[in-house]
């Protein structure tokens, strides 16, 4: 563990109190309900998250992105739909969360732009909807943590079997769509109940196989779509598919860490302002644990 001390001690002086908290309750058995009292810090009266969970964005105000956020920390939780967190969630994400007339979750929102945010958070009533992100992840998770007989279980299958087919019929390359719907597909148990899903899950994969970048060097320096990105952990769909790949990038994490002992982030904002200072340190604590995930996952910190 030796190596990896740095890592720790920078992520426990420096990280957001909300990763250091998830650090400590996956990694040293810290407690549940210290990451539940933090992250219920971002959630606001409505359910919806902001207050830059999502760091590129600062806007104190729910949001579907922002709500999108908290749903690996839920999942990290195992909360159920009985939580009060999650039963908050789908007030909001049901009954205020904007969304066109296709139940397309709006990427952005008016107030947006009163907050330091980064250029692509900008909100345009132009492009309300931009691919797959929030819609496909947000769908997935609801569906999962719903029942069959639920409404708006019916509802999301409903909007995931459009997912299905619209992706079929134009194909993103998108990485961040591609991930979305990788985390869509990773929530749901069975496509027995979707028509084409076969064709649509061998597509998924294609695409993900065209884009990911191939590179080591570009893994820490540029801002491309790793295999790390696609599969921090072994428990998603295709996994094996891209396993040597992975694995690969997973074994030179150590190498690549700056003199604190984290890794730099590979985007910036337009201007280098103090409130992209400040998101960009936040970035560095969710990339650090992020990174201390894959390493635990990949058995890299248990051979130190």
Sequence with gaps: MREIQPTIDWLKRHGRPLDVVRYMYLFEDGKKDDVLAVLKAYQNEDGGFGYGLEPDCQNPHSSPVQTMTAMEIVDELNLNRTHPVVKDMFAYLIKEAPRDKDGMYHATIPSNNDYPHAPWWTHD?????????????????????????????????????????????????????????????DYIPSFDAFTEADHFLKLLLEQIESTIGLKPKKWFSSYVATPLSYYPTTEHYGFRQFEELVEKHAGLLLKHRNDEGVWDITWSWDEKTEAFLLAKEQWKSIIALSYLKSLKAFGIISKE
């Design 125 to 185: 009533k132009k492009r309300l909807v931009r691919g797959y992100v929030p819609t496909a992840v947000i769908a997935g998770f609801v569906y999962a943590h719903t029942l069959k007989d639920d409404r708006v279980h019916r509802e999301m299958k409903e909007l995931i079997q459009k997912i299905i087919r619209d992706f079929q019929e134009q194909p993103s390359d998108e990485m961040h769509d591609l991930k979305s719907l990788l985390d869509m597909v």
